[in-house]
């Protein structure tokens, strides 16, 4: 079975721009989250979807936002790119079970 | 705005056991408690998650006290590969809406 994919590895851009990044969840899972993890430093939390709708988000701006799709896989844009965006970004998903499952992270670099 | 907290670091040697513990002072009701193991650009890798009291896997070991406000994950004998940075990762109410919190994170070096 396939596990979580991510799209694409990796990404620069320039400050201003907008960024677009993909997230496939494992087959059967409803629920997708995102995190945010810039270098040298932990996991936060980003935004949970979960069956088309937005569950809850982190302490971040309104420029990051996103949304999941019919087939559950998700996109979560960045607007307004700025330095301190910079980070792999992670996706997980959940099925039933309480478990989040991690893909293998798109690097954004902004320059 | 809570905390999850983990000791920044451990030194450990090859064979020997490993315990890292986790501080989650507002744990959500609900919530489980689950540990990952992350090497360096890559993604989280789940190791075990439990509820309550203990719970063993092929991997590893999770202890949660009565009041889990804590759990300690630990590793027995570990190996030079078990080097990686482990995370806890608890749901979190205390900003009035729910939240995922992951742990500050131990980097955990196993030497030969």
């Known amino acids: 079975e396939a596990g979580v994919t991510q799209s694409p590895t990796h990404l620069i851009k320039t400050r201003g721009q907008q960024a677009t990044l993909r997230c496939s969840p494992i087959?059967?899972?409803?629920?997708v989250y995102w995190y945010q993890q810039a270098l040298g430093l932990g996991l936060q939390f980003l935004l949970w979807y979960d069956e088309g709708e937005e569950r809850n988000r982190g302490n971040f701006p309104p420029r990051f936002s996103g949304r999941q799709f019919p087939n559950y896989s998700s996109e979560l844009n960045v607007n307004a790119l700025e330095l301190e965006d910079s980070a792999l970004y992670l996706c997980a998903s959940r099925g039933r079970q309480e478990t989040q499952y991690f893909g293998p992270g798109t690097r954004l670099l902004v320059l | 705005l809570a905390k999850t907290t983990q000791p920044i670091s451990m030194d450990s040697y090859e064979g020997q056991e490993v315990n890292i513990t986790c501080s989650h002072n507002?744990?959500?009701?609900?919530?489980?408690i689950t540990w990952y193991q992350q090497f360096p650009s890559q993604g989280p890798r789940f190791i075990i998650q439990?509820?309550?009291t203990k719970v063993t896997n092929e991997v590893a070991s999770l202890f949660i006290p009565a009041d889990r406000k804590s759990s300690t994950l630990s590793l027995p004998r570990v190996s030079l590969s078990d080097t990686a940075v482990y995370y806890c990762?608890?749901?979190?109410?205390?900003?009035?809406?729910?939240?995922?919190?992951f742990g500050t994170g131990t980097r955990l070096k196993v030497l030969a």
């Open positions: 990762l608890v749901g979190d109410t205390t900003s009035g809406t729910y939240k995922y919190i």
């Open positions: 439990g509820y309550k």
């Open positions: 087959s059967g899972h409803t629920s």
């Open positions: 507002n744990i959500a009701t609900n919530d489980y």
